[in-house]
């Protein structure tokens, strides 16, 4: 192969998860049907968005007299909020996200990249500006940043556990984590009291294998890491079930509690679960105030 093939299969090959991963995300963000005015919302701004009724601490300026006078009662207009805001997505690209336990399941890391693009998909379009943790692409709106953040999201990381950084997240914003949050769940500490600190809110969603869950396993096992960094051999795998299950409880509550006290919202999804649920969950926790 020459010189011009060898530099065109490596950028086919580099370039392959993209078109998969948009078409993924639009289809996703698709089934949702939040139309084009999904997040409207009464604030600032010159677009009429709907007739209300007057209340007590409406200005008499404020009355829309021509729609009053086809009712007994007062109307004011109210206008659509115009003030864009920004959310910051971070989805662990980890080798601890590749797993699948079948060929029926998506893998962690497809799900969650699915999740997050679906989601700045319906922000962006809803005119809101997306973009990621640790300055690595500052928040912006446009087709643009979303081809930007599909090629961000289709990377792999090294690392057997990916890590959060609120670093770049703006002060009262929003900011959405996807992992599996098996890690060391200290940078997950340190970057959702950051966050608090500046008053960004958001969601944790946790993506969780169904086995992962169920812990199936019995007699001999090799637990491995998807890096093969970490092994664990045993003849009686049985024996550890209950402890395993015990400490994703226990990793759960602890998601729950950092999610309680920094005002986010925090969930769980099993790859074997809808992903138009979940990203209706996400879309609703991005929406609800601090």
């Known amino acids: 192969m020459t010189l011009s ?41 010159d677009t009429f968005w709907q007739f209300r009724p007057a209340q007590s601490h409406d200005a008499a300026r404020a009355i829309d007299w021509r729609r009053s006078a086809r009712a007994d009662a007062p109307f004011v ?12 997505l971070w989805v662990d690209q980890g080798a601890s996200m590749g797993f699948a336990s079948t060929s029926d399941l998506p893998s962690k890391s497809a799900r969650a990249r699915a999740l997050g693009l679906a989601s700045a998909i319906l922000l962006i379009r809803g005119g809101e500006r997306v973009g990621l943790t640790g300055l690595r692409l500052p928040p912006r ?8 953040l599909a090629a961000l999201l ?46 960004v809110r958001g969601a944790l969603v946790q993506i969780l294998d169904p086995q992962e869950e169920a812990f199936p396993f019995d007699g001999r096992t ?24 015990d400490r994703l409880a226990a990793r759960k509550d602890h998601l729950a509690h950092l999610a309680r006290i920094t005002g986010w919202q925090f969930t769980t999804h099993h790859t074997g679960q809808s992903a138009a649920a979940a990203l209706l969950w996400i879309y609703g926790a991005l929406e609800r105030k601090a």
Request: hydrophobic share 35%; aromatic share 4%.
């Open 154 to 199: 289709s990377q792999d990381d090294s690392s057997d556990y990916g890590t959060p950084e609120a670093q770049g997240m703006l002060p009262h914003s929003r900011a959405l984590f996807i992992s599996d949050f098996l890690g060391d769940i200290s940078a997950t500490e340190t970057a959702l009291l950051q966050a608090a600190d500046r008053g």
């Open 222 to 245: 090799i637990f491995e890491s998807m890096t093969g960094a970490m092994r664990h051999e045993t003849l009686h795998a049985g024996d550890l079930k209950q402890q395993y299950l």
């Open 5 to 45: 093939g060898d530099l065109r299969a490596g950028a086919e090959t580099l370039a392959s998860p993209l078109p998969a991963l948009l078409a993924e995300a639009e289809h996703l963000a698709s089934t949702v049907l939040l139309g084009e005015h999904g997040r409207r919302r009464a604030g600032l701004g």
């Open 77 to 88: 207009q109210e206008k659509e909020w115009q003030i864009a805001q920004s959310v910051i």
């Open 141 to 148: 709106g446009g087709e643009t940043q979303l081809n930007k």
